[in-house]
Structure formats: structure tokens, C-alpha cells
């Protein structure tokens, strides 16, 4: 296969659809998806995937999508070969630092990597420069708005599948109940797991360190807490970190590569968390390797992350949280017995279904009440057995 191949047009398909299950934190909760997927193709025949996501709103009419699209972006991708895209940098200065008008970042990025790996025929991963094709998956349950026996359903089905570590959601104005869901997950799941939570920046430094001391008491060791104040709170994190030297702090989540920079130069996190932009992420990771730092992978659009995870030296963890996003991939990734794998098929390994094209495409904002019934999730049980 040749190496020269040029971005020569571009696809978006928009999708709408009932989740299969409210999910959300302390702060937020949806009960919609809303993406469109972004498929780059080159004069060689060659197709790369990303997703563009938005949480909360619907993203506009694909046409909208589209034209906006072809506005902001296209004219600095169009006639350029991916492999020169995939670790431009851009100089911060002034108007240059601007977003686009809708989330075309990570869709881009893993859209580029997808087809420069396929470029030269191989894994993503292993373009990466990977020596591993798996890593630990934890289950998470994005659990905050279900019912306990929700709950208890979900973190039970999770520990049949042979997952070994759950993290749930904290942060509750009344602190018995993360009290009394911490006690409902220990029964129902195998003893020994290992447990993080994730309160979302729900508290204050001195709160935090009050209320982990009194987690402590209760009898649950916390492999770590994710975001437990202010992300950009540098200084309260590292005394976090300091007050509370029987658990790990898990932070950066919600800030950018910059941020992320800070965070670790401050001492404010034991583990720096990154998500899904591929380019970002591996640069963040290496300077996370150089300075001792583990990295974990947070939610990443059908667990795209993997590729990273196995690529960077600090990754020990992927989160993967029962999003029913299968149906929309031909070949959703592979996990078993508390291990995702990372395919061995060159790019990424995921191609836009063609039966979700057909049955799922959404081309205009419908409302809520029109969705429907949410597709069929296979890997997800609410009920208890």
C-alpha cells in the first residue's frame, strides 16, 4: 500500500437516540445521545472515523453540521496527507487559540490517526509504538441518578463479567448516601475488588479531606478519588494529597494539555487522567512518563483509548462505563474478564455500521419525546438476575 494518499472529501452522519439508562454525576445528568460521526476520506480509497459528541444538546441539522464544518475545517485538511497532520503544531498566539464552533477536536484527532496508521498498515496502537495489546478495564457506572437496586444491578452484573475494580459516583448533598452506596457496591461485588469514586468536584479541599478520613473509618480502602475539588485548585490538591497519603488522587479530567502541564508541575495529582484526543493525550503521557506520573484513561468514545493506553509506559487503567455505543460500529472492542483488547486491524479498528447508518441516522433535531426506544445494549443489565 502506498504511504502518499491525500484527504480528498469528507462524510458527517448525524445520530439521536434514547439512552438506555439517565447517567450522570453530582453535577450533570442526560438521558440522550448526541453525536454525529465524521468519516475523512482520501483520494486512495482510505475512510478514518472520529465521533463528534455533545452531551447536553443536540447537536444542529447534519446540514448545519456540515456546512459549518466545511467552514472551519476543511480548508486547512483538504489536499494534505494525514500523516503530515498528526503532529502539527499550532503556535497559542492571540486569535489562533480559538475553538471551533462546534466539537470538532477529538473527532479530528482520532480521525487523522485512524487513517495515517492505515496509511502504513498497521494497529493504531502499534503506531503508537505499543508493547502490550491489552490493558485493565474497570467498570463504571456513571451511576449517580439510578435507583439502588439499579445500582446494586449493574455493579452485580459487572462483577459477573470478571471485572475486578467498579468506580462510582460521590458527592451527594447528603453524605450517608455515598456512605450507603459504598455499602451496597461491597455486597455486590466480589470481595477484595478494588473501588474508586468520583464526586466531580462536588467538595472543598478541607471538605474532602473530612469526609475521605471518614470513608476511611467506615472500613473502604479507595484505590483512588477522581476530582475530588476544583480542578484548577493546584495547591488544595497537593494538600489533598498529602492529608489523605492512604489513597490516590486522580485528577486532570477536565482540564486541557496546558492545564493538564500545570496540574503535574504543582504536585497536584498522584494519577493524570486523559480521555480521547490521540495527539494530546501522547504528548501529555510522555511528559507524565518523564516525570514518574501514571496516566488513566478515562471515557473514551467506544474505548478508542485502549490504543493510547497500550501505547503510553504509565497506563495501568481504561475506565469503561456501559455507554451503548456498539450498535454503531461493525466491530465494537473486544472486552473480557476485566481486560480490553486492542484490535489488531490497521487504524483504529472501527468502521461506521452501515445498518446503523440505515436505522439510526438522524439527519434533523427531533425532541425528546420523538426518540423512541433506546437500541439494544448487550453488555448492560439493570434488572437483578
Known amino acids: 500500500m502506498s504511504i502518499n494518499t491525500r484527504l480528498a472529501s469528507f462524510e458527517i452522519t448525524r445520530f439521536q437516540f434514547a439512552r438506555d439508562r439517565v447517567i450522570g454525576d453530582s453535577q450533570v445528568r442526560t438521558d440522550t445521545v448526541n453525536i454525529a460521526a465524521l468519516e475523512l476520506c482520501t483520494d486512495s480509497g482510505l475512510k478514518g472515523l472520529g465521533f463528534i459528541q455533545t452531551l447536553f444538546h443536540p447537536l444542529p441539522d447534519q446540514d448545519e453540521i456540515r456546512r459549518v464544518f466545511e467552514d472551519e475545517a476543511w480548508p486547512a485538511l483538504v489536499g494534505q496527507e494525514p500523516m503530515a497532520l498528526i503532529h502539527r503544531v499550532h503556535r497559542p498566539r492571540g486569535g489562533n487559540q480559538r475553538a471551533y464552533t462546534l466539537p470538532f477536536h477529538e473527532a479530528l484527532q482520532v480521525a487523522l490517526w485512524d487513517l495515517a496508521s492505515k496509511q502504513v498498515d498497521l494497529p493504531l496502537h502499534q503506531f503508537l509504538g505499543s508493547r502490550r495489546s491489552r490493558v485493565r478495564a474497570y467498570a463504571s457506572g456513571l451511576d449517580y441518578h439510578l435507583s439502588d437496586s439499579e445500582f446494586e444491578a449493574l455493579f452485580a452484573h459487572a462483577d459477573s463479567l470478571g471485572y475486578n475494580a467498579f468506580k462510582i459516583k460521590v458527592g451527594h448533598p447528603d453524605f450517608d448516601r455515598d456512605l450507603a452506596r459504598l455499602r451496597l457496591l461491597a455486597g455486590a461485588v466480589r470481595p477484595g475488588a478494588q473501588i474508586m469514586i468520583d464526586s466531580n468536584e462536588a467538595w472543598g479541599a478541607k471538605e474532602a479531606v473530612v469526609k ?54 504543582a504536585g497536584g495529582t498522584d494519577i493524570l487522567n486523559v480521555h480521547g484526543q490521540v495527539t494530546d493525550v501522547m504528548r501529555i503521557g510522555w511528559l507524565a512518563a518523564e516525570m514518574g506520573i501514571p496516566v488513566t484513561l478515562g471515557n473514551t468514545f467506544l474505548e478508542v483509548g485502549v490504543h493510547m493506553a497500550c501505547a503510553l509506559p504509565e497506563v495501568e487503567w481504561l475506565e469503561y462505563s456501559f455507554q451503548n455505543f456498539d450498535h454503531l460500529v461493525e466491530q465494537p472492542m473486544e472486552i473480557r474478564d476485566g481486560w480490553i483488547y486492542a484490535p489488531d486491524r490497521p487504524g483504529h479498528g472501527l468502521v461506521l455500521s452501515e445498518a446503523a447508518r440505515r436505522e439510526w441516522a438522524r439527519p434533523n433535531v427531533l425532541p425528546r419525546a420523538e426518540l423512541g426506544a433506546a437500541p439494544h445494549n448487550p453488555r448492560l443489565r439493570l434488572e437483578a438476575p
Open 212 to 265: 475521605l478520613e471518614a470513608i476511611r473509618r467506615a472500613g473502604y480502602d479507595l484505590l483512588w478519588v477522581e476530582d475530588p475539588i476544583l480542578r484548577n485548585d493546584f495547591e488544595g490538591l497537593r494538600l489533598l494529597r498529602e492529608s489523605a497519603p492512604w489513597t490516590l488522587i486522580n485528577s486532570g479530567e477536565y482540564l486541557d494539555a496546558a492545564g493538564k502541564r500545570q496540574l503535574m508541575l
